[in-house]
């Protein structure tokens, strides 16, 4: 059995057309692939970028408060609590609230984005701020009953 010469040629050129097929099916289930996994992190990076935001505005809402706390506690000193100026003890109170809840929160996002420096960080302030509240209203009250001579 003898081939033609141009039966050859369609043969050789319809094989190279089913490898082109095959080769160009492969690549377009790559490429889909490769789409869906680029969606995949694109989704991941936004939710990540969107949750250090958030961490960062967290923590430097806990940094104010913790001054504020120092603040006021400072400013009752100092005014002695006298003519009217004795809101600084509510006041510190109210800062050191909002710096619990702001500490948790913080420690909430840095875990779900597994920053576990930023926790360790986090429980270490909040270990520290009951004390340091604590202090300060011990040295405010001094202030205010026994004068600058406390």
Do not use: C
């Not at 989704?43 to 408060?65: F, K, P």
């Not at 009752?76 to 710096?99: P, Y």
């Not at 500490?103 to 909040?126: C, K, S």
């Not at 009951?130 to 202090?135: D, K, M, Q, T």
């Amino acid at each position: 059995m003898r081939i033609s010469l141009s039966s050859k040629i369609i043969l050789a050129n319809a094989l190279i057309l089913g490898v082109l097929a095959v080769a160009t099916t492969v690549m377009m289930l790559g490429a889909r692939e490769q789409r869906r996994q680029m969606d995949v992190a694109t989704a991941a990076a936004g939710l990540a970028a969107g949750d250090a935001h958030d961490l960062v505005a967290t923590v430097q809402r806990v940094n104010i408060d913790i001054v504020q706390i120092q603040q006021w506690l400072t400013d009752v000193s100092a005014t002695r609590a006298q003519d009217g100026l004795d809101d600084g003890f509510t006041e510190a109170a109210d800062a050191r609230a909002r710096a619990t809840k702001g500490l948790a929160e913080a420690r909430q996002i840095a875990t779900r984005i597994g920053a576990t420096g930023v926790v360790a960080d986090m429980d270490r302030v909040a270990a520290a701020l009951p004390g340091f509240y604590e202090l300060g209203v011990a040295m405010a009250q001094a202030y205010v009953r026994d004068g600058p001579a406390a």
